[in-house]
């Protein structure tokens, strides 16, 4: 296998952003609605962006977009306190660069979002693509955003990888027809089990940087 286009997951892939966004998600949910989650509350929520999210889940309907907003101001605000920079997958993106790979990034994250976990994070200018949850019709496991970003890239699907740490990003992956890969190497992973069989399973960062080493 040849790799020239490498596909991110985001959350629980590239960064853990999940404990931020829980903490956020708790604060708007209890000033605006009243209610308050435990982590696997919030969690339960996932799928949409934060804005669906909040939309789906608010029963207060003309709090939604004040409630929003406070997320977002949360977010970036206490983004530093709950989300550590990881230095080996920085490294990891800049030898794919080096390589002279294209990188994309699908996620189910708002782009109001992801772009301050860009910026906060050191991966601004690394990506030669990146799809967020509202900008596709259809949500992974749909392969939409993976399919968008391989047309983009006019990329040879054999020369292509989706890394995800979710059985759905496998499942997204094997829909587009190109390889996958599912990861465990941060300390939070959205699935325990991958059913979805990917062809790859790495518990660390530098298991993927060895396979490229042979990638010539």
Known sequence: MQLRNVLFDFDGTLANTLPLTVHAMQIVFKKYEGRTFDHDGIVSMFGPTEEGMIADNFSNKESITEATELYFELYEKEHYNFVEKNEEIIDLLHLLKDQGMKIGVI???????????????????LFDS???????ARPKPDPEGIKRTLEKFEADLDASIYVGDANGDTLAGKAAGIHTAAVQWLPVSQSSAFPANPEFYWKKVSQFAELLKNNQ
């Not at 996620?107 to 200018?125: D, H, M, N, P």
């Not at 990146?130 to 596709?136: A, L, R, S, W």
């Open 107 to 125: 996620t189910g994250k708002a782009r109001r979002s992801y772009l301050i976990s860009e910026e906060k994070l050191g991966f601004k200018g």
């Open 130 to 136: 990146v799809i967020t949850g509202d900008e596709v």
